[in-house]
Structure formats: C-alpha cells, structure tokens
C-alpha cells in the first residue's frame, strides 16, 4: 500500500513540474523578447561609427548595414560598444587624427539623438542609462596605434574610451596580429607598457585579432581580466582569428570573457570554402557574358542582374544558420563556464557574412529563442546578452590606480 501511495505521488510530482502546455514557437519568442527588455543588452563590439564616419546616418531606418537607432531599440538592444576602427594602413600616418574624425562624427550622431542614447564612462553610467530606458553607448579602439606612449592612454581615456585592442588584421609597433606577419613573438616592449597604463587608467584590454603570443604575452602582464570583444572557438571553425581552447581557459582563468563574433567566416570553418567556390564561378559567368556582349549594352545589363542576384542568392544559402552563434556559446560555457561568454556581433564591420535569421540586430530575439531551445536558462542567458560584460567592466574599475 505504502509503495502504490509513493509511486502515486511522484507521478503528480512529475506531472506538476512539466508545463501544463509546451510552449510553442510565438510563446518562446515572447518569453525572449521579456527577457531582453529586462536585460542590459550589450553587444561588445559594434563597427557603428565607421558606418557613420562614411557618410551614414543611424539615426534613420536604413535598408543596409545591420545597426541603426530604431533598428536597436526593436531588437532591444540596449549597452552597445562602438568601435572607433583605425586601419592598419594608417599606423604611421597619424592615426590619432583619423580616429578624432571617427569619434567626432559619432558623437555628432549621439547628440542628435540624446532622448535615446546617451554615452557611458562607466559600469554605473550604464546601469543608469539603461535603467533611464536609453541606449548606453561605450567606446572602444579597435587598433591602438594611435598609443605612441603611455600618455596617450590617457588622453584617449579622458575623451571617453574604455576599451582597446593593441592592433586589427596586420601587425603594427605594439604587437603581433593573428593574421600578420610576426614581428614581436607577442608584444613589443611599448606594448607591454601601453598594457599597464591600460591598467592603471581602468581601461579594459581586448585581445581580438591578437596573436597567441600576444595573448599569452597580455595575461601574463594584465592586473585586470581581459576580454576577447568579438572572437569564435578555434575548436568549432579552424581560423587564426579564433580562439584556441589553450587561450580560452587561460583568458577564463584570470577572470575574463570570450564574446562570440557572428561573421559566418568564423563561425564555419567550411564557409570559406564555399564562398570561395561560388565567388570563382560566377567570375566565370560574367567572364563568359562579356564575351558574348563585347559591346555591353542593355542586355547584358539586364543578364549581369541577374547572375548577380543569383549569386546573392547562393550565398545566402551557403551560409549556416543562427544556431551556429549559440554552438559557439554553448562550447566556450561547457569549456570555461557561464561567467565568460558573451555576444560581440561585429554588426556594421561584417558586411552581410552574418548567419541565416541573424541579419540585423532586430534579430536578437530569434538568438534568444535559440539559446532558451539550447537549455540555457534565463539567468544564464542574461549573463550573455550583458551581465558577465558588466561583471568584467566592475572589476577592471576595480583595478585601476589612476583616477583621470
Ligand atoms: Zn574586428
């Protein structure tokens, strides 16, 4: 009797604890949707004011790109970092003047836009703006090169940056990139310096697009945790730029966080691949079509159009699809833990390489659905969209020695 009474009694329980009805598709995207607009939302690197810089306005809706003022406020995007991009091309052109006109021309952008956004100086100005229902804006350096000394830490810091990467796609006088030649085995001596100064003001050290030695180099001078703002698990997509499971840990371990890029390049290591193959057959394509038009004219504009739509088309398809993003997420939580992944969508630097359902911030909540589909909870789910940059932010504060 005693047994038939206790298995009764868990199969209430059992029945109690499972959802009157599953949730279905609607459902969950609400639930996404709540959860975000209960969120800071913080999105760690963004290339918003070259966008801006080139003429752009995200003050407006625009058919292009993936970021704008209303766009942000329908996917509920909330603390983005802008960054203020410097080629490595200008490394020894005077790279300081180029990144005033970027920063100039962004904040001519946010001031005309103040009953929405509003620039952060800190961990608490962003807390506070998001809580005032605005959009908290952080700037970063992508490329440091403008730090031809320490003293220009300082100055950067005291017009507002918070965030810095030593260099982008080559090497440069600071460090070693992932894809360029190698120039210091990791950092150069002023590096190194530039790396403590960066401590010392509480501006926060990002290593995306370093090489492993500069990495390397970097935890084992930094007081602060670090951040990779916009990098993948080498482990799911063989590239460079991506993390190694190594440099993971190892980033984790003094405290820090690995934010998931959404370009496809390095989601998938077989996208290029596929890429490559389209792009060289539609070459041919286009080669055989001015042959048979020598002389141009409509139509062969009209044929041109076409192969170009189709083309557009076919990369459309070759890409993966959003749930790549959360596979990225899931492998670095399962690896490290929770506390040290994060979302840097390198939206507006990208070009349209983003996964299938993820072409616009407005789409934020569809990678939310994902992730509540992936087992993540909301807890966790609000540690990646903003809580674990916050956490960051705090402690590199915390660190800092010089009040600017
Ligand atoms: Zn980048």
Request: proline share 3%; glycine share 6%.
């Amino acid at each position: 009797m005693r047994k038939k009474v206790v298995v009764i009694s868990v199969i209430i329980v059992l029945f109690l604890s499972l959802p009157l009805f599953p949730e279905n598709s609607s459902d969950l995207r609400i639930r996404a949707i709540k959860l975000i607009r209960s969120s800071i939302v913080a999105d760690t690197h963004e290339d918003a004011p070259t966008t801006v810089y080139k003429g752009e306005s995200i003050t407006i809706r625009r058919e292009k790109g993936q970021i704008d003022f209303p766009r942000m406020l329908e996917g509920g995007q909330n603390s983005p970092v802008f960054a203020i991009w410097i080629p490595n091309k200008l490394d020894n052109k005077d790279p300081e003047v180029y990144a005033l006109k970027v920063m100039a021309a962004t904040l001519k952008e946010i001031y005309k836009n103040e009953k929405l956004a509003e620039i952060a100086y800190s961990s608490d100005d962003i807390e506070r703006i998001v809580k005032n229902g605005k959009i908290a804006i952080t700037f970063s350096l992508e490329n440091a090169s403008v730090f031809h000394s320490v003293e220009y830490v300082n100055i950067f810091y005291k017009m507002g940056i918070r965030m810095a990467s030593l260099t982008h796609m080559s090497s440069n006088y600071l460090c070693d990139s992932s894809t360029g030649k190698e120039k210091w085995s990791g950092l150069s001596p002023l590096g190194k310096e530039i790396i403590r100064r960066m401590n010392k003001v509480g501006m926060i050290v990002d290593v995306s697009h370093l090489s492993d030695k500069a990495v390397e180099d970097i935890l084992s001078i930094s007081s602060a945790p670090i951040i990779a703002s916009h990098s993948c698990a080498r482990a799911l997509a063989e590239h460079p730029r991506n993390l190694s499971d190594k440099l993971i840990k190892a980033i984790a371990s003094k405290g820090g966080l690995i934010d998931v890029n959404f370009a496809s390049f390095y989601l998938d290591g077989t996208f290029i691949k596929r890429y490559k193959e389209i792009t060289k057959r539609y070459k041919q394509l286009i080669k055989k079509l001015e042959e048979r038009y020598p002389e141009k004219g409509k139509e062969y504009e009209t044929k041109l159009e076409e192969i170009k739509k189709d083309q557009k088309k076919e990369y459309q398809n070759a890409k993966p699809d959003l749930k790549i993003v959360v596979k990225h997420i899931k492998y670095i939580k399962e690896l490290v833990g929770i506390d040290h992944v994060g979302i840097g969508s390198d939206f507006e630097g990208i070009g349209n390489s983003a996964p299938r359902g993820l072409s616009d911030v407005t789409h934020l909540p569809d990678l939310v659905v994902e992730m509540i589909k992936a087992g993540f909870t909301d807890i966790e789910i609000k540690k990646i969209l903003g809580l674990n940059f916050l956490r960051l932010y705090k402690e590199v504060e915390k660190k800092k020695t010089l009040d600017l």
